[in-house]
C-alpha cells in the first residue's frame, strides 16, 4: 500500500484554534498543498488578516506577515513589488476585504497587483462574535441584524467577484465552494490556477471561497453545508468570473 | 551630481532616501509634500528601484510595512492630515519592529485645516499619534541640506533600533530652495537583518513572522518591556541638539526647531543690538527630547525659556519638564500658517522679560 | 484494499469525514481525547470496506486523516 494522501508539507504541523468543522481549515489545506505541488514553498510569503484567521500565520509553513485589518494587499503589494521573484498571497475574510479593505483590494486589483487573493467568504463575522458583514445575506439573522438583514435599512450584499472582475489588472478571478467533496476538488484546481498565474507574471488573481461559520450561524457542521448550498450558492455563483487566458477582451 | 546644487526641499528628501538605499518609496499626494512623490516617481524607476503612487495614505504605509518586513529600506512622505491616516500602520511598524522613514512635512491644522507651514503635529509625532506604548524618534531638520543629512540618519537609525523614524519638516523647508552638498557618507555599522526579516524560507527551517500580535498578556508585557529597553538606548544614544549664542551667561533663551528656530536666531541679533543676551536651545531630536541641553542653561538663564512654535503651544509642555519648575517657561506662537517675523519674536521675548526686569 | 488513519488527539468531532464516506464506515468513537472531542475513527473489523477514495481526508478541516491505497 502506498500513501495516497497526507498531510501536506504547505503547513505546519501544528493544531488549529479554528471552530469543529470550520472550513478554514480545508481553504489552508488546500493553499498549503499548492505551494507544495508548486514547489514554491520556499520563496513564498503570505499575509495574514484580521479575523479569524489572523493566527493563519502559526500555521502556514512559509514566511508570513500579520496586516492591519483590511491592509494585506497593500502589505503583499509592498513584499511583491520589492521582491518579484517571490509568491505572495493574502487570505482574507469577508470582513476585512469587502468592509474595511474595499479600496486595497480594488486597487491591488486594478494595478494587476501580481498577487494572489483567497477570499473566505460566509457571509458573516467570525471572530467577532458574528456581526453582519458585507457579505450577510438579505433576511440573515445576525448580532447586529437580529431581525434579519433589511436591504433598505443595511443594504444589499456585495458579490466581489463580479465586481473585481470588471478591472483590466483582475487576471483571474473565480468564485469556490468547499461545501462537498467535488466542490472542494474544484476549488483546489482553481487555487492552483492562481498561483499558477501569479508564477507567470499574468496579473491579479482571486479564489473567493464559500465557507461556513457553524459557530455564529447557530447550525451543526453538517448543517450548516446544507445552508451554504441553498442559500449562498443562489446568491453568489460559482465560476470563473474573469480569466485573461480565455482569450475573451473583458 | 555636482557638488553643491540648488534643490527644493522636497526633491532634496527624495535625492537623500536613494542616497541612502531607499529601495521602495509609496507616497500619495498632498500639499505641501507631493513634490517629494513627483521627484521619486521620475529617479527611481530609473535606477531600478520602487516608486508606487499608493491609493491613500493609509494603503502607502502599509505597503511601506511589507517592504520594511520583507527586508528593504522602505520610505513613505505625506503631510499632517495623511500623517493622521497613516497613525494605525505605525503603531503596527513600531510593534513589529520594524525600520522604516516616514516624512511629515506639516501643514496647518485641525481637520484639513491649511497648506501653509505649521508645527502642531508635535504632539502626533512626540506622545503617541498611534495606539500603544511606541515612540517614534523624531528628527527636526531647519535647513534643506539639513534635511539631506537627516533623512540618510534617518534610515541608519532606524535599521540600527529597528524602528520607525520620522523626519518633520514643514511646508517652508519643503519648498524652499537651498544649496545641498550629498557628502560622503561612511557607511553605518549596522545589524543583520536576515535574523527577522520575511521575504521566503530560503532554504531557512524556521519560518519568519512579521507581527505585532500577541493575545498572551505575559507575552505583550514583555514584548513592551522588550521594547522599552529599546527607546531607553535611543535616549542615551541619540539625542541631537544644537546651543545657539548659550556661551556665556544668557538674559533668556528661547526653545526652537525646524524652520522658526531660524527665525529666532534672526530674532536674537535684534535683541543683541539692544543689549538683551538670549540664546537658544534648538532640538534635531524631538523624541528623544534633548532634556540635556537645559542643564547646559538652567543655572545661566536669568529669566527662563521661551518655546517658540508654530502651533498653539505643544512642545511648551516638553519644556516645561525639561526645566522642571526650575525657571519659568513662556509662550510664543502663531498658528494657521502664519510665520512670525524676527521682530516679532524679539518683542515678545521683551514683553516677557519686560515685566520681571 | 485501502486504509484511513485518524490522528484522534487533533480530531475536534465535527462529523464532516462521517457524512461524506460512501461506505459509510467512520463513527465516532466511544472515547474522549485529550480535547475532550469525541475522534473520528473506522473500527479495524471495518477498514476492510475502505474503498480508499480519500473523501474523508479531503473534507477534514484539520487534516487528521492519512489515506493508504
Known amino acids: 500500500m502506498e500513501v495516497i494522501f497526507q498531510r501536506t508539507k504547505g503547513l505546519l504541523d501544528v493544531p488549529t484554534h479554528y471552530c469543529p468543522g470550520c472550513t478554514h481549515g480545508i481553504i489552508h489545506r488546500l493553499v498549503g498543498e499548492t505551494l507544495e505541488e508548486l514547489n514554491v514553498i520556499d520563496k513564498t510569503v503570505g499575509v495574514a488578516p484580521v479575523g479569524c484567521s489572523v493566527l493563519a500565520y502559526n500555521y502556514f509553513a512559509c514566511d508570513m506577515f500579520e496586516a492591519a485589518h483590511g491592509r494585506a494587499p497593500a502589505v503583499a503589494t509592498g513584499i511583491k513589488r520589492s521582491h518579484p521573484d517571490s509568491v505572495v498571497f493574502t487570505y482574507q475574510g469577508d470582513g476585512d476585504l469587502a468592509a474595511i479593505g474595499t479600496a486595497e483590494i480594488v486597487h491591488a486589483a486594478t494595478r494587476g497587483e501580481n498577487i494572489t487573493t483567497i477570499f473566505v467568504n460566509n457571509c458573516i463575522y467570525g471572530m467577532t462574535g458574528g456581526q453582519m458583514a458585507p457579505t450577510t445575506l438579505p433576511g440573515q439573522v445576525t448580532e447586529t441584524t437580529p431581525y434579519g438583514r433589511d436591504v433598505k435599512q443595511a443594504g444589499y450584499p456585495i458579490r466581489v467577484s463580479e465586481m473585481l472582475s470588471t478591472l483590466s489588472g483582475a487576471a483571474y478571478v473565480e468564485r469556490v465552494s468547499v461545501d462537498s467533496v467535488p466542490n472542494i476538488l474544484k476549488a483546489k484546481k482553481a487555487i492552483k490556477k492562481a498561483f499558477e498565474l501569479q508564477l507567470q507574471g499574468a496579473g491579479f488573481t482571486m479564489i473567493e471561497v464559500l465557507s461556513i461559520c457553524p459557530t455564529n450561524w447557530g447550525l451543526s457542521p453538517l448543517e450548516a453545508l446544507k445552508w451554504l448550498r441553498d442559500n449562498m450558492i443562489p446568491y453568489y455563483p460559482l465560476g470563473v468570473k474573469k480569466d485573461i487566458t480565455a482569450g475573451e477582451a473583458k | ?357 | 484494499m485501502a486504509r484511513a488513519t485518524f490522528r484522534e488527539e487533533r480530531c475536534k468531532g465535527c462529523g464532516l469525514c462521517i457524512s461524506v464516506c460512501p461506505k459509510k464506515i467512520i463513527e465516532f468513537s466511544e472515547k474522549l481525547n485529550v480535547k475532550g472531542y469525541h475522534p473520528a475513527a473506522v473500527k479495524e473489523e471495518k477498514m476492510k470496506e475502505c474503498i480508499g477514495c480519500a473523501s474523508c481526508a479531503r473534507i477534514c478541516p484539520d487534516v487528521v486523516i492519512t489515506v493508504e491505497k
Open chain 2, 1 to 357: 551630481m555636482p557638488d553643491k546644487v540648488l534643490m527644493k526641499g522636497n526633491e532634496a528628501i527624495g535625492e537623500a532616501a536613494i542616497h541612502a538605499g531607499c529601495q521602495c518609496f509609496f507616497g500619495y499626494p498632498i500639499t505641501p509634500q507631493t513634490e517629494v512623490a513627483a521627484y521619486m516617481s521620475r529617479r527611481m524607476p530609473k535606477i531600478g528601484r520602487v516608486f508606487l503612487q499608493a491609493e491613500s495614505e493609509i494603503a502607502a504605509i502599509n505597503m511601506v510595512y511589507g517592504a520594511a518586513g520583507s527586508g528593504v529600506r522602505a520610505m513613505t512622505s505625506s503631510s499632517s492630515p495623511g500623517i493622521s491616516l497613516k497613525q494605525e500602520g505605525i503603531s503596527y511598524i513600531a510593534g513589529a519592529e520594524l525600520p522604516c522613514v516616514i516624512v511629515n512635512i506639516v501643514r496647518g491644522g485641525p481637520g484639513l485645516g491649511g497648506i501653509q507651514p505649521a508645527q502642531s503635529d508635535y504632539f502626533q509625532a512626540t506622545k503617541g499619534g498611534g495606539h500603544g506604548d511606541y515612540r517614534l524618534v523624531v528628527l527636526a531638520p531647519s535647513s534643506v541640506q539639513e534635511m539631506v543629512d537627516l533623512v540618510q540618519d534617518a534610515f541608519d537609525i532606524a535599521d540600527k533600533y529597528r524602528n520607525p523614524v520620522m523626519v518633520m519638516g514643514d511646508g517652508m523647508l519643503g519648498q524652499m530652495m537651498e544649496p545641498v552638498e550629498f557628502k560622503e557618507r561612511k557607511p553605518a555599522q549596522l545589524p543583520s537583518k536576515d535574523e527577522w526579516k520575511a521575504d521566503g524560507l530560503k532554504g531557512r527551517k524556521e519560518h519568519h513572522v512579521i507581527n505585532s500580535l500577541y493575545l498572551k498578556p505575559e507575552e505583550l508585557e514583555n514584548q513592551n518591556l522588550k521594547m522599552q529597553k529599546k527607546y531607553a538606548k535611543i535616549k542615551n544614544n541619540e539625542v541631537r541638539y544644537e546651543m545657539y549664542n548659550c556661551e556665556k551667561d544668557v538674559d533668556f533663551v528661547l526653545v526652537a526647531y525646524g524652520t522658526i528656530s531660524r527665525i529666532c536666531k534672526n530674532a536674537i541679533k535684534l535683541l543683541a543690538e539692544e543689549g538683551i543676551n538670549v540664546g537658544l536651545i534648538r532640538p534635531i531630536t524631538l523624541w528623544p527630547f534633548p532634556e540635556k541641553a537645559f542643564e547646559e542653561v538652567i543655572d545661566k538663564t536669568k529669566y527662563g525659556f521661551m518655546s517658540v512654535e508654530l502651533s498653539c503651544g505643544q512642545m511648551v509642555e516638553d519644556v516645561k519638564l525639561a526645566s522642571n519648575g526650575r525657571k519659568p517657561v513662556y509662550f510664543y506662537g502663531r498658528t494657521g500658517g502664519m510665520v512670525p517675523s524676527p521682530n516679532e519674536i524679539a518683542d515678545a521675548v521683551k514683553r516677557n522679560i519686560g515685566g520681571a526686569k
